[in-house]
């Protein structure tokens, strides 16, 4: 289970710094996603980002697969599980532009509001998640800890409950997902109708040869 960890401080790497974790990492390098460090001093390279949403996106109808629900020229539909996008950023971008990003990757018409970065490391058997400020920059992160994304690796998500931001939500969009929360509210009360129905009958038919004169 995830474990909340408090962010750490930022560590600022003199361009020296920066050349030597760059060779460091393109040498650790095992699927050919090697960062590039520019004349300028930014570097370039890529993150992967894992795609962890409860809650419905909305997005053009023309763009969207799966379990959804239509809203004149946008629907609101569930991503599968395990998504994995991979995106190339440089040492510039903030964590608010690569939400960003994202989105536009999948047509996502959603406020990039309601959505939060998160960085995942693993320590001591444990995994920790820590929420990444706006302004933090992905792919330092990703210098910093090496290209193993069993050291590190991030997640979008939807912010908490109590931190949803619902004015930033549409009202078709509301409209929508009160639309999909219904279709499974009917759909659980389907299964339980049958589970309990099938119980029923185990229960009468008990009671039968209970009751049946010997």
């Not at 001591?124 to 050291?151: F, I, N």
């Not at 409950?161 to 619902?166: K, N, Q, S």
Request: overall charge neutral; proline content about 4%.
């Amino acid at each position: 289970k995830d474990v909340q960890k408090e962010r750490e401080p930022h560590v600022y790497l003199s361009k020296e710094e920066v050349k030597e974790k760059i060779q460091s990492y393109n040498s650790s390098v095992t699927d050919k996603l090697k960062m590039t460090l520019n004349a300028n001093g930014i570097y370039t390279g890529f993150i992967k980002v894992q795609m962890e949403l409860c809650r419905p996106i909305t997005v053009q109808s023309s763009q969207s697969q799966g379990r959804c629900a239509h809203s004149n020229n946008e629907t609101a539909f569930y991503l599968p599980d395990g998504c994995v996008n991979t995106l190339h950023i440089s040492s510039t971008n903030t964590v608010r532009e690569v939400i960003e990003a994202l989105l536009k990757k999948f047509f996502v018409a959603d406020n990039p509001a309601k959505f939060a970065l998160y960085k995942r490391c693993h320590k001591e058997d444990q995994v920790y998640t820590c929420k990444l400020s706006d302004r933090e920059h992905p792919l330092y992160l990703r210098l910093v800890a090496g290209p193993r994304t069993e050291m590190l690796s991030f997640v979008l998500r939807e912010h908490e409950t109590g931190e949803v931001m619902w004015e930033a939500f549409s009202i078709p969009e509301l409209q929508n997902f009160l639309r999909i929360l219904d279709k499974e509210e009917n759909e659980q009360l389907q299964v339980l109708k049958k589970r309990y129905a099938a119980y029923r009958d185990k229960l009468e038919e008990a009671l039968g040869g209970v009751w049946k004169p010997g």
